[in-house]
């Protein structure tokens, strides 16, 4: 291990003992459509080899990250870029993914429609047995597709979110082709932050390679 390499381990160490950078140690995600190597903290990948789905609406991982403000979700597929037509059998001419975090039980679900340029997105809460529209100005949220779904949403506006917590995804290609689902369980903060050092490590020394 080089000098280099030792001091900015122990920088990071330090940074996670004492709570800075709040939910991670590396760079918050940049929301451009694409995602690179060891750009998200915590990542889920979908079965390889599936045979039901376009590539372009083929989900191959979501990822997770988070800073002191804000939540950051992205889903790669397959081969990018990512339809917003929906598929070759679509009746709607558009795509559709929906995302639901829950704890023991639901808490809130996004519902994500893709129609051409147009990204539109809508938060919900679980509340007493029925889902509601939880509060989600302009704001709070943004949303890039490219190659990737990139998605960042305040954290404030996910409050009641525990952690760890249960993450199920669905690409819907709007037609009759099955809708590609994964799910998976989301570590918390202090955990992502661990995660996201090992990955720096990992990709570090594969660029040393
Ligand atoms: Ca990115
Ligand atoms: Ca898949
Ligand atoms: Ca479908």
Same mark, same amino acid.
């Given at each position: 291990?080089?000098?280099?390499?030792?001091?900015?381990?122990?920088?990071?160490?330090?940074?996670?003992?004492?709570?800075?950078g709040?939910?991670?140690?590396?760079?918050?995600?940049?929301?451009?459509?694409?995602?690179?190597?060891?750009?998200?903290?915590?990542?889920?990948?979908?079965?390889?080899?599936?045979?039901?789905?376009?590539?372009?609406?083929?989900?191959?991982?979501?990822?997770?990250?988070?800073? *002191? $403000?804000?939540? %950051?979700? /992205?889903?790669?597929? &397959?081969?990018? !870029?990512? =339809?917003?037509?929906?598929?070759?059998?679509?009746?709607?001419?558009?795509?559709l993914?929906?995302?639901?975090?829950?704890?023991?039980?639901?808490?809130?679900?996004?519902?994500?429609?893709?129609?051409?340029?147009?990204?539109?997105? *809508? $938060?919900?809460? %679980?509340? /007493?047995?029925?889902? &509601?529209?939880? !509060?989600? =100005?302009?704001?709070?949220?943004?949303?890039?597709?490219?190659?990737?779904?990139?998605?960042?949403?305040?954290?404030?506006?996910?409050?009641?979110?525990?952690h760890?917590?249960?993450?199920?995804?669905?690409?819907?290609?709007?037609?009759?082709?099955?809708?590609?689902?994964?799910?998976?369980? &989301?570590?918390? !903060?202090a955990?992502?932050?661990l995660?996201?050092?090992?990955?720096?490590?990992?990709?570090?020394?594969?660029?040393?390679?």
């Amino acid at each position: 291990m080089t000098l280099n390499r030792s001091t900015r381990l122990l920088t990071l160490a330090v940074m996670v003992a004492f709570g800075l950078g709040s939910a991670k140690a590396g760079a918050s995600p940049i929301l451009d459509g694409g995602v690179t190597a060891g750009e998200y903290a915590f990542t889920i990948v979908d079965t390889p080899g599936e045979t039901d789905y376009q590539g372009d609406l083929d989900i191959e991982a979501v990822h997770f990250d988070s800073d *002191a $403000l804000w939540d %950051y979700l /992205a889903v790669t597929v &397959v081969s990018g !870029p990512i =339809s917003t037509a929906g598929s070759a059998n679509t009746i709607l001419y558009r795509t559709l993914f929906y995302a639901q975090f829950a704890g023991p039980t639901p808490i809130y679900r996004l519902l994500l429609e893709l129609d051409g340029a147009a990204a539109d997105l *809508a $938060l919900e809460q %679980y509340v /007493a047995g029925h889902w &509601v529209d939880a !509060p989600l =100005s302009p704001s709070d949220y943004t949303v890039v597709v490219g190659d990737a779904i990139e998605l960042v949403i305040s954290s404030s506006a996910l409050s009641a979110l525990p952690h760890p917590f249960q993450f199920a995804g669905q690409l819907d290609d709007t037609g009759m082709d099955h809708d590609d689902q994964i799910t998976g369980t &989301v570590p918390e !903060p202090a955990t992502l932050a661990l995660l996201a050092m090992g990955t720096m490590l990992v990709v570090g020394r594969r660029r040393a390679a």
